[in-house]
């Protein structure tokens, strides 16, 4: 896989979704079902596209976030990172992020309730 784009500049994941995949669930669905074959029969909604990620809600449950370049890959892991440091410690309920090496490399966290 081609590791391509800046800020703005195209997708980080060059080579795995086409261009305007950002818009389109198809590329991202393909994609997590390569990992995650058990969810074939679901739901794929585009939650959002922003500047550093492309997150795709998956049955309400899942969340996926594919990073748009190096820095939001990067600041995915230590978002992970530090999630995990601060669920143990605090009452509330805390996102279980967990990252997927891929490629591409994606974010997954349940949803409904964390």
């Known amino acids: 896989m081609t590791r391509g784009g800046e800020y703005g500049g195209g997708f980080f994941f060059d080579g795995v979704f086409p261009v305007g995949a950002a ?3 198809t590329a991202f669905r ?3 079902l390569t990992g995650f074959p058990e969810l074939a029969a679901s739901q794929f909604e585009l939650a959002t596209a922003g500047w550093d990620s492309v997150a ?9 976030k594919f990073p748009r370049h190096a820095v939001a890959e990067k ?3 230590r ?3 530090l999630l995990a440091i601060i669920r143990p410690r605090i009452a509330m309920p805390v996102p279980d992020l967990r ?3 891929g490629p591409p490399l994606c974010g997954a ?6």
């Open 23 to 25: 818009s389109d669930t």
């Open 56 to 64: 795709v809600d998956v049955d309400d449950r899942l969340i996926f």
């Open 30 to 32: 393909n994609v997590i």
């Open 79 to 81: 978002e992970a990172r």
């Open 99 to 101: 990252i997927e090496q």
């Open 109 to 114: 966290t349940r949803g409904g309730g964390l």
């Open 75 to 77: 600041a995915l892991q």
